[in-house]
């Protein structure tokens, strides 16, 4: 599953996915969540929740990279990730150093609540 929202007041983008992602999920939602990253203003932050995700098929790949183009181009400061297990993590600090400016800073937590510390401060 994959799920996104934005929340205007926080210019914030969510991003959840949980249980097993298959690309043809994410192929889905990708104008959704590309739609949702312009009505971000420059500076906004995004929140990418890896922590129900049991498997992501690696076609998916190309769909993050696409939505990391828009977040960078929209102008996103700070991607914060929930990943528990590292062995989870879907190569998303690879991809970052292609797809995301330098000047996008990227914190990668172990719980929702460790996330939300760091969007708060």
């Known amino acids: 599953m994959v799920h996104a929202d934005v929340d205007r007041s926080k210019n914030l983008l969510r991003i959840i996915y949980r249980g097993r992602v298959e690309a043809e999920e994410t192929k889905r939602y990708l104008a959704d969540i590309t739609a949702m990253v312009a009505e971000l203003k420059p500076g906004f932050r995004l929140l990418t929740d890896l922590s129900g995700l049991e498997s992501m098929e690696v076609a998916c790949v190309t769909d993050i990279k696409r939505i990391m183009d828009a ?10 990730r929930v990943i528990p297990d590292p062995h989870k993590d879907i190569g998303l600090n ?4 292609f797809h995301y400016s330098r000047k996008v800073r990227i914190v990668t937590c172990e719980t929702l609540a460790e996330a939300t510390k760091v969007l708060s401060a």
Not at 71 to 80: D, E, F, I, R, T
């Open 94 to 97: 690879i991809l970052s150093l």
């Open 71 to 80: 977040c960078n181009k929209q102008g996103v400061s700070l991607v914060v």
